[in-house]
C-alpha cells in the first residue's frame, strides 16, 4: 500500500530553519507530483509547495523566499527547507503525492516555531 512518512518537525524560534523530509512507497514515485501542505489550529489545509515530475515548483506567496522544495526521485524523498521560519508557520504539516486523480497523504508532522 502507499505510505508517505514526513519527518523533521519540531519546535524552533522565529529566524530559525527545519527540514522536513517525506519517504514515500508504493507509488511510481518519479511520476508523481509531490506537495507540501499545512493546517493552522482552526484554519483550512492550505498549499505551501509542490514540485511536479518534471522538477518544476509552486510555491504559497507566504513562504516564497524562505521555503524550498525539492526531491531526490532515486530515494523516493520529497523535501522543504524552511528557512527565516515565523510563528504564523506553525501548523501541522503534510506531505501529499497526487498523479492524476490519485491522491495519497502522509500523517502530517508539527512544526511549532515560537516567537
Known amino acids: 500500500q502507499v505510505q508517505l512518512v514526513e519527518s523533521g518537525g519540531g519546535l524552533v524560534q522565529a529566524g530559525g530553519s527545519l527540514r522536513l523530509s517525506c519517504a514515500a512507497s508504493?507509488?511510481?514515485?518519479?511520476?508523481?507530483?509531490m506537495g507540501w501542505y499545512r493546517q493552522a489550529p482552526g484554519k483550512q489545509r492550505e498549499l505551501v509547495a509542490v514540485?511536479?515530475?518534471?522538477?518544476?515548483?509552486n510555491y504559497a506567496d507566504s513562504v516564497k523566499g524562505r521555503f524550498t522544495i525539492s526531491r531526490d526521485n532515486a530515494e523516493k524523498t520529497v523535501y522543504l527547507q524552511m528557512n527565516s521560519l515565523i510563528p504564523e508557520d506553525t501548523a501541522v504539516y503534510y506531505c501529499?503525492?497526487?498523479?492524476?486523480?490519485?491522491?495519497?497523504w502522509g500523517q502530517g508532522t508539527q512544526v511549532t516555531v515560537s516567537s
Open positions: 508504493g507509488i511510481t514515485f518519479s511520476t508523481h507530483a
Open positions: 514540485i511536479n515530475s518534471s522538477g518544476s515548483t
Open positions: 501529499n503525492a497526487r498523479r492524476v486523480i490519485y491522491t495519497y
